[in-house]
């Protein structure tokens, strides 16, 4: 089984959600590759059986501004058959707005057709003990829905 992470980050927090979800995986026998946003391609996902993203969320629930080629472009992906989750760093403070790039990524992979194979993770700041156990329990779920795909 394959899987694809890719990360958007400024101050490092979801490239440690991204870390923890690859080790995860990774222990789950997963052959994992880890990208930063900008160096990944969503047609990339179409050689893997799990597709996950980690974006942080920046002025008032904005997407990444390096991740918007990738964001429209992951519009145009027909990733039926796969298995996506979408998991990231964001901060309470900023209330209605928090995480919301996770949710805006999430909806697009509903539009491409993979299945979700766990609900959205949203961490605030770093990610801490509670944080960790989510990230885990998400992994082994896509893991285990992507078993199901087979
Ligand atoms: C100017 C600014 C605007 C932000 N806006 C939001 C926001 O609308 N929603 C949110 O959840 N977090 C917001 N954040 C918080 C970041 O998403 C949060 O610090 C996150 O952990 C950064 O991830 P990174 O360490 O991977 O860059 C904002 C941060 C800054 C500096």
Do not use: R, W
């Not at 974006?55 to 629930?61: A, K, L």
């Not at 539009?111 to 979700?116: F, L, S, V």
């Amino acid at each position: 089984m394959k899987a694809l992470v890719v990360y958007a980050t400024i101050t490092g927090n979801n490239e440690d959600v991204a870390d923890i979800i690859t080790e995860v995986l990774e222990n789950q026998d997963v052959e994992v590759e880890e990208t930063e946003i900008t160096m990944a391609d969503p047609a990339d996902f179409e050689d893997v059986d799990i597709c996950v993203v980690c974006p942080y969320t920046y002025d008032e629930g904005a997407l990444p501004e390096e991740g918007m080629d990738f964001y429209e472009d992951l519009q145009d992906e027909e990733l039926d058959g796969k298995v996506y989750g979408v998991a990231g760093s964001g901060d309470t403070f900023y209330g209605d707005n928090f995480c919301k790039a996770v949710d805006d990524f999430g909806k697009v992979f509903e539009e491409t057709g993979a299945t979700k194979g766990s609900e959205n993770v949203h961490v605030n700041l770093a990610p801490e003990e509670d944080d960790i156990v989510k990230l885990d329990e998400f992994a082994k779920q896509l893991v285990e829905k992507a078993g199901q795909n087979d």
